[in-house]
């Protein structure tokens, strides 16, 4: 347990003691107000590139279960808590959140006062940030470092190199199935999950696959996943999308699959100051003013003033800050939302 810094790129510094890998991380700093979920957050692909700052105080109580992991691997680049617990001989052979990051190379820092850290994200906006061990620290190089680092194109790191299929349950949708073509720009795999327990069967398609490839399998619809970091780096996916949306074949976007459908269809989307990340944020649908609490995990959103009317029309906003939450578009089966409606908290 040695004496760490994280420094952020506006020069604040925060003290805590090392858990984790023993080295240093260089990442955007980002908090999530969830009260649980650690493990389901680090294994997020909308996470890559980005150190989790979490505003519950105490983390690693319930331990790790394999099976709660949203990917194959974890993406998160650190993990920020005020108080770790270590577990030991737990009865329902939980892991320890300290061992599961030592294993995956993610260093942690503990002990820091989260809530001064939050509060100055929230106030100053997301920025970069960097864990590094207190003895030696050399302050004038490390802001170099954290003004030179840029997260750029995540999504062509966590996205699937090749075509997957993923059969629907057994006994969902009393035995009618139906085939989703899902493409994966960081996907979750409890979007999978969710699709396999309603009857479909679904294949998992690159982010950069070619909008005829996926229309020559004549699958019953399209799914665009969440994913990380800016939606304008996908921009060579944005032909493909266009022409899906374009197909006539049903299509539904998360996240960041709905801000590249607005984005396809000629709307804009801009930076937020420090993102939507948690599982409590409240959405209004317009047609029904019924609100949904619900989980989100992103640092950009659609222009409202961008959004064509002839084209689409906003059917969701966030109570929060007023941000959109949810488009349609009336000529064609398309309709995006921004938050995860597979985390249903």
């Given at each position: 347990?040695?004496?760490?810094?994280?420094?952020?790129?506006?020069?604040?510094?925060?003290?805590?003691?090392?858990?984790?890998?023993?080295?240093?991380?260089?990442?955007?700093?980002?908090?999530?107000?969830?009260?649980?979920?650690?493990?389901?957050?680090?294994?997020?692909?909308?996470?890559?590139?980005?150190?989790?700052?979490?505003?519950?105080?105490?983390?690693?109580?319930?331990?790790?279960?394999?099976?709660?992991?949203?990917?194959?691997?974890?993406?998160?680049?650190?993990?920020?808590?005020?108080?770790?617990?270590?577990?030991?001989?737990?009865?329902?052979?939980?892991?320890?959140?300290?061992?599961?990051?030592?294993?995956?190379d993610i260093p942690g820092l503990t002990g820091v006062d989260t809530r001064g850290l939050i509060l100055r994200l929230r106030s100053s906006g997301t920025m970069n940030g960097l864990i590094a061990d207190a003895e030696g620290f050399d302050r004038e190089n490390a802001l170099a470092r954290l003004a030179a680092h840029t997260n750029v194109h995540p999504v062509a790191r966590v996205s699937c190199r090749e075509t997957s299929f993923h059969p629907a349950d057994a006994d969902a949708a009393g035995g009618r199935r139906y085939q989703v073509a899902l493409v994966d720009l960081g996907l979750k795999r409890g979007i999978i999950r969710s699709l396999n327990a309603s009857g479909c069967d679904v294949t998992v398609y690159p982010w950069d696959t070619p909008a005829a490839d996926i229309l020559a399998a004549h699958s019953d619809g399209v799914v665009l996943s969440n994913g990380p970091g800016d939606p304008k780096d996908c921009a060579p996916a944005l032909p493909h999308i266009r022409t899906l949306t374009e197909s006539g074949v049903p299509l539904f976007a998360i996240c960041l699959g709905h801000q590249l459908v607005a984005l396809a269809t000629g709307a804009d989307t801009y930076k937020l100051k420090f993102g939507h990340r948690g599982c409590n944020h409240p959405v209004r649908e317009l047609a029904t003013g019924r609100v949904a609490i619900t989980s989100q995990n992103h640092g950009y959103a659609v222009d409202a003033d961008s959004v064509d009317t002839r084209i689409a029309m906003v059917t969701h906003v966030n109570l929060n800050d007023g941000t959109v939450e949810g488009l349609a578009y009336p000529d064609r089966p398309v309709f995006t939302v921004q938050y995860h409606p597979e985390g249903s908290p």
């Open positions: 347990m040695r004496k760490a810094y994280l420094l952020l790129q506006d020069g604040t510094v925060f003290e805590g003691t090392r858990f984790g890998a023993d080295r240093d991380a260089l990442c955007e700093m980002v908090f999530n107000t969830g009260l649980t979920g650690y493990h389901e957050l680090l294994t997020d692909a909308s996470y890559a590139g980005q150190g989790i700052v979490m505003a519950s105080p105490i983390m690693g109580n319930y331990g790790v279960f394999a099976d709660h992991a949203e990917s194959w691997r974890p993406w998160a680049e650190a993990l920020i808590v005020r108080d770790l617990t270590r577990l030991e001989d737990d009865a329902r052979e939980a892991g320890a959140l300290e061992t599961y990051l030592l294993e995956h």
